[in-house]
């Protein structure tokens, strides 16, 4: 699992470094809640990237099933995290919102300590890890993408878009990849369980534009659930506070 922020090094080019250094440290501390509450382990962050990892320490079942729901509810947090940044209005931000792209791959990796009597970490190696890295190269703005290995796994509980294939740097054969827009996700905390047979609830990162009478305000579809009585109950976060009565 990586994440990292589209265009960074553009951005923190226009901005005063105490700026930035503010920006990261608050993105870090949303992202690494979302990781943690869905019992991830982070590997490390780099620059503006976070890598992290599920099955490696602590409960090793049903891993991919809350590393996936992990990055939707980050693409979310992320959404919230640039609307709230803006109302404070502490720091000088970038003409554009924070964005980020996740990738994410599943399979056996090397875990243990890495490095020399000098400086030694603990981290994962392998090429599963490899492979994370250069999905999460090919996703852009607000994009997940997960690859075939784990669309496998979480498929019965997902909705995805299936791009086409992509070359990857040192990877043989074009890369089969999913964009990750929605999933059911398991409980939070103990055993997991499998994908219901009628949808109770299904956890979304899908970009929208509201048409109002006047203006067009962007928001994100975070959540299908449904209704009391019948019907679906649709839940949006949008970028400015609208009047309860608008159309």
Request: hydrophobic share 45%; with cysteine.
């Amino acid at each position: 699992f990586l994440s990292d922020i589209v265009g960074f090094t553009r951005m923190a080019a226009k901005m005063r470094p105490h700026d930035v250094v503010t920006l990261l440290n608050r993105y870090f501390t949303v992202m690494q809640e979302v990781v943690f509450r869905r019992g991830g382990s982070i590997d490390k962050c780099a620059g503006d990237q976070i890598m992290a990892h599920w099955g490696v320490l602590g409960d090793p079942h049903e891993f991919t099933a809350r590393g996936a729901p992990a990055a939707v509810e980050m693409q979310i947090a992320l959404f919230a995290f640039n609307r709230d940044e803006a109302m404070k209005q502490e720091i000088v931000l970038p003409s554009e919102p924070v964005a980020q792209g996740i990738g994410l791959n599943s399979g056996t990796v090397c875990a243990g300590n890495i490095g020399s009597d000098r400086k030694i970490e603990f981290t994962v190696i392998g090429d599963t890890v490899n492979v994370a890295a250069r999905v999460e190269a090919m996703a852009g703005r607000t994009q997940t993408f997960v690859t075939e290995q784990t669309w496998q796994e979480i498929g019965p509980r997902a909705l995805a878009i299936r791009m086409p294939d992509m070359p990857a740097k040192n990877v043989d054969l074009p890369v089969r990849v999913y964009s990750l827009r929605g999933i059911v996700p398991p409980p939070e905390a103990g055993p997991a369980v499998p994908a219901p047979e009628k949808l109770e609830e299904l956890l979304l990162a899908l970009p929208c534009t509201l048409r109002m009478a006047k203006a067009r305000v962007t928001g994100m579809v975070t959540r299908i659930a449904p209704a009391h009585g019948a019907g679906w109950r649709l839940t949006i976060q949008v970028v400015i506070p609208l009047p309860v009565d608008a159309e």
